[in-house]
């Protein structure tokens, strides 16, 4: 099967940065789509950016300007460089992989996540 293993969060003062890493693992063919989702308490769980095999990107309009993902296909890595960080930006981080093809079967893509990574920012 398919892990994401994510790390890179933390406790950082507002104004300041962090870099949010994920690798995805198993036995991939090709991976689609990765991306970055985050969840506060008691709220939904929110897409922060993603950023396709081709290298688009989209943001939340809440991290424009201030956040960067980046992706290295041959790792089936992905990066959120994060920076001005804002107490609001504080929630659990997760990593997602989108229309991930495995060998044994590459004809139904499938989507996987990580376990969640978290992100305080003190202000």
């Known amino acids: 099967q398919v892990q994401l293993v994510e790390s890179g969060g933390g406790l950082v003062q507002a104004g300041g940065s962090l870099r949010l890493s994920c690798a995805a693992s198993?036995?991939?063919?090709?991976?689609?789509?990765m991306g970055w989702y985050r969840q506060a308490p008691g709220k939904q769980r929110e897409l922060v950016a993603v950023?396709?095999?081709?290298?688009?990107?989209n943001y939340a309009d809440s991290v424009k300007g201030r956040f960067t993902i980046s992706r290295d296909n041959a790792k089936n890595a992905v990066y959120l460089r994060m920076s001005s960080l804002k107490p609001e930006d504080t929630a659990v981080y997760y990593c997602?992989?989108?229309?991930?093809?495995?060998?044994?079967?590459?004809?139904?893509?499938?989507?996987?996540w990580g376990q969640g990574t978290q992100v305080t920012v003190s202000s």
């Open positions: 997602n992989a989108h229309g991930v093809l495995i060998i044994r079967d590459i004809s139904r893509p499938r989507d996987y």
């Open positions: 198993g036995s991939i063919f090709s991976i689609d789509a």
């Open positions: 950023i396709t095999s081709g290298g688009s990107t």
